[in-house]
Nanobody, 124 residues
């Protein structure tokens, strides 16, 4: 499975963004998928994960400004970020677990497939 993340960019505080992650090589409907982010000088942290049945979990820092979703027909994962803040500045990665796994893990090492990351920079 190859994952391609897109949608990042330079935005102002208060703006919204929708990140996309398109998969190729295999269909995703049964895969647990997730978004992680990594700010400069920090470790990779879970933003949100979604199961094949569209149940979802969010990272501890999420304040309701993030929404994860998926369109299985398009083999695409999304992350909507509203009311962006400068502290949201990070590289955002999409990730997927193996096809037989149904648990939405919170740690990066549990995910097998990774996109290349898309940079989100929020100016104040």
């Amino acid at each position: 499975v190859q994952l391609q993340a897109s949608g990042g960019g330079l935005v102002q505080a208060g703006d919204s963004l929708r990140l996309s992650c398109t998969a190729s090589g295999r269909t995703l409907p049964s895969y647990v998928m997730a978004w992680f982010r990594q700010a400069p000088g920090k470790g990779r942290e879970l933003v949100a994960a979604i199961s094949g049945t569209t149940n979802s979990i969010y990272g501890d820092f999420v304040e309701g400004r993030y929404t994860i979703s998926r369109d299985n027909a398009k083999n695409t994962l999304y992350l909507q970020i509203d009311s962006l803040k400068p502290e949201d500045t990070a590289v955002y990665f999409c990730a997927g677990r193996g096809s037989a796994v149904t648990v939405m893990a919170r740690t990066a090492r549990a995910y097998t497939y990774w996109g290349q990351g898309t940079l989100v920079t929020v100016s104040s």
